[in-house]
């Protein structure tokens, strides 16, 4: 392991649940997708992360099955309401249930800052999201501390800070100054990521009301200065890799130091027994195992504009393959809406079909 590494910061999210029977589609995924990262997550995951809307109706009886996925999951994990979990127009079932801690709240994480945040239960139900005076000043506080103390951080919240109906253009303009990396939200119900030059905003495709593809589960790494999402389906294959270092050109750019590395994460029951990497059509070359499944390799390359390849092969045999193009970022402005899409990307299941009830969402 090289000295000056660290472990990025990585998580998986799995989409709106929307549960309400537990003989429907969305609770046997929900299940089959604990399942799945219970068997190959292991070290790889800091944490399992739910953006609301875990109970359709807000119900006893809705969130029960909620509990019972969680309690069988063996990762930490983190879990916000939505204006679903809200329709009895209180959380106390959503706090009961659940066994949850009151937000917001910080988690210090591979020394990110962590801020999990609830936009409902100041508003009236429905999408009339708002953080309200008080959560609104522990926002400002927890961003300025960080900030002073340079440390990156991480925003989990439901849905755009653009969709909130009080504060949207402060929350946005906090956001914008701050060190915040990454902004995780759900509600939109397909996945979309806007990227606006400081700050990557990133919604994953509903688990229980999917307008577009598969059921699956994203994956997120903070890297350094570069933040990485790639989308699972549920019945793809394993072992599942995706590059953590240097950032796809649709995810920003990272300046490249002499001695700069090729990183990649890898999740998977088996033991990995090769891994390398390549630029463009040149030769592959062998990765260093760092442990809890990240590789890394030097990055040889003088230009500014290339694809890397990583591809991996675990002891059964089985291969997994990631690519990204890597070129200077073009400069992006959204302050905290959808307005800076990076659109589609079909490799990553992105279709920029917007499907879905957030507030730019197209009728179905």
């Known amino acids: 392991m090289t000295e000056a590494f660290e472990m990025p910061l990585r998580f998986t999210q799995i989409g709106d649940l929307h549960l309400t029977d537990p003989e429907l589609p969305n609770h046997s995924d929900f299940k089959a997708i604990v399942q799945e990262l219970n068997r190959n997550a292991g070290s790889g995951l800091d944490f399992v992360y739910l953006p609301g809307d875990n109970a359709d109706d807000g119900t006893a009886d809705q969130f029960a099955l909620v509990r019972e996925g969680l309690d069988q999951l063996r990762l930490p994990y983190h879990v916000i309401p939505g204006d679903h979990d809200f329709k009895p127009r209180s959380l106390a079932a959503f706090y ?14 591979r020394g990110r800052v962590c ?6 239960s100041n508003g009236s139900g429905g999408p ?3 953080l309200g005076d008080r959560q609104l000043a522990w926002l400002s506080d927890q961003l300025a501390d960080a900030k002073r103390a340079g440390q990156r951080c991480a925003v989990f919240m439901h849905a755009y800070p653009a969709d909130l109906h009080q504060h949207a253009d402060e929350v946005a303009r906090l956001l914008d100054t701050s060190t915040t990396q990454l902004v995780a939200m759900g509600h939109t119900h397909y996945n979309e990521i806007t990227h606006d030059g400081r700050t990557i905003y990133a919604a994953t495709r509903s688990t229980g009301q999917i307008e577009e593809g598969p059921v699956g589960f994203s994956l997120m790494a903070l890297d350094g200065d ?4 790639r989308f ?10 995706m590059i953590t270092s240097p950032a796809d050109r649709r995810l920003g750019f990272e300046q490249r130091a002499p001695d700069a590395r090729v990183r990649a994460s890898v999740w998977g029951a088996s033991r990995i027994t090769a891994a390398e990497c390549r630029v463009d059509d040149g030769a592959w070359r062998p990765m260093r195992d760092l442990g809890s499944g990240m590789f ?3 990055l040889e390359s003088d230009r500014d504009s290339f694809d890397l390849e990583v591809r991996v092969t675990d002891e059964t045999g089985a291969l997994g393959h990631d690519r990204v193009e890597v070129e200077p970022a073009t400069a992006r402005s959204s302050s905290g809406s959808d307005a800076g899409s990076i659109g589609a990307w079909p490799d990553r299941h992105l279709f920029g079909t917007q499907l879905g009830p957030n507030r730019n969402g197209r009728k179905w």
């Open 232 to 241: 699972k389906p549920l019945a793809s294959p394993w072992p599942f890799v």
């Open 96 to 109: 009961r249930d659940l066994a949850l801690p009151q937000l917001p709240y910080r988690a210090e994480i």
């Open 115 to 120: 801020l999990f945040l609830d936009i409902v």
């Open 226 to 229: 570069v933040v990485s999402w």
């Open 128 to 130: 009339d999201f708002r």
């Open 296 to 298: 890394e390799a030097s």
